[in-house]
T-cell receptor
Framework: QKEVEQDPGPLSVPEGAIVSLNCTYS??????FMWYRQYSRKGPELLMYTYSSGNKEDGRFTAQVDKSSKYISLFIRDSQPSDSATYLC????????????FGKGTMLLVSP | GAVVSQHPSRVICKSGTSVKIECRSL??????MFWYRQFPKQSLMLMATSNEGSKATYEQGVEKDKFLINHASLTLSTLTVTSAHPEDSSFYICSARDTRGGREETQYFGPGTRLLVL
């Protein structure tokens, strides 16, 4: 079993849809959870950063962490064509002071 | 804030030559930088952790004599691919850890360098 599982997609949605992206993980010691957005041929861009369980909202993005289920989600409201990218979940043991473990990424396609 | 740059953005070289890639933190000092490699439609694979003023720590399976890392200052780390071969063709991405107070203590990524070895 891989440490972090993420459906590679692609996930295709119409503009304006609510998008749900998910990752599951096996190491219960992970404490910090991140979502990165990566456009084609570009470096990943940090979208959301959360610690432990709970929700965090930033504009159209909401990150959820359920440590009891070892499951994290990223919701995108009112999706736009510009949201089309690959979304990578990442997690670490001790904030930024340990290495990141990434999922494979989910490709999202938002059609106008 | 937390901007990381890489140079060059893409490079094409002949087999057997060496290629140097620079990673700079533009608006913060980074005691630790990371080098990743990414193949098409794959996730990022950590190659090494670079600490300013000390030797890099390489991940298992990464040849330290082939991928030379130097972190000579708090804003610059370099990755040199020595005697490059076609199988070294990939997307190389660096990241830097921003530990300034009030910032999220995670890694911020550069835009990546696409290497093609002919």
């Amino acid at each position: 079993q891989k440490e972090v599982e993420q459906d590679p997609g692609p996930l295709s949605v119409p503009e304006g849809a609510i998008v749900s992206l998910n990752c599951t993980y096996s190491n219960s010691a992970f404490q910090y959870f991140m979502w990165y957005r990566q456009y084609s041929r570009k470096g990943p861009e940090l979208l959301m950063y959360t610690y432990s369980s709970g929700n965090k909202e930033d504009g159209r993005f909401t990150a959820q962490v359920d440590k009891s289920s070892k499951y994290i989600s990223l919701f995108i409201r009112d999706s736009q064509p510009s949201d089309s990218a690959t979304y990578l979940c990442a997690m670490s043991l001790n904030s930024g002071y340990s290495t990141l473990t990434f999922g494979k990424g989910t490709m999202l396609l938002v059609s106008p | 804030g937390a901007v990381v740059s890489q140079h060059p953005s893409r490079v094409i070289c002949k087999s057997g030559t060496s290629v140097k890639i620079e990673c700079r933190s533009l608006d913060f000092q980074a005691t630790t930088m990371f080098w990743y490699r990414q193949f098409p439609k794959q996730s990022l694979m950590l190659m090494a952790t670079s600490n300013e003023g000390s030797k890099a720590t390489y991940e298992q399976g990464v040849e330290k004599d082939k991928f030379l890392i130097n972190h000579a200052s708090l804003t610059l780390s370099t990755l040199t691919v020595t005697s490059a071969h076609p199988e070294d063709s990939s997307f190389y991405i660096c990241s830097a850890r921003d530990t300034r107070g009030g910032r999220e203590e995670t890694q911020y990524f550069g835009p990546g360098t696409r290497l093609l070895v002919l």
